[in-house]
């Protein structure tokens, strides 16, 4: 493995980034992510849009707030770790939204 690939799996090497440097809490009601969200929800509405594909998804902190507010959502991230926490979330908390391991070719 050269310098410049990442471990797909290595956890340590995630979080040495500001963006994954802590694994979030497992209640999804202390996630601060609302504003961020309701700013583009009126217009989704307009265009009579349903689904949300969130490419870039990390642990899912938009996913889970567009599927509560009423979109179909999918969660994918280039990061497997993120994925596989954003279904574990998921799971735990008894909201069906799929995450998806792709890469940006994928996508």
């Not at 969200?37 to 889970?64: M, P, Q, W």
Request: hydrophobic letters at 40%; proline letters at 4%.
């Amino acid at each position: 493995m050269s310098a410049h690939q990442i471990p797909p799996n290595d956890w340590a090497t995630f979080t040495r980034h500001s963006w994954l440097a802590f694994k979030p809490s497992p209640d999804l009601s202390t996630w601060d992510t609302n504003a961020r969200c309701e700013d583009v929800v009126e217009l989704l509405r307009a265009h009579n849009c349903k689904s949300i594909l969130d490419a870039a998804s990390g642990y899912g902190l938009k996913t889970f707030r567009f599927n509560q507010m009423g979109f179909e959502t999918l969660g994918a991230n280039s990061a497997e770790i993120c994925v596989r926490y954003g279904r574990e979330l998921a799971d735990a908390s008894g909201i069906d939204i799929e995450f998806r391991h792709l890469s940006w070719a994928e996508i």
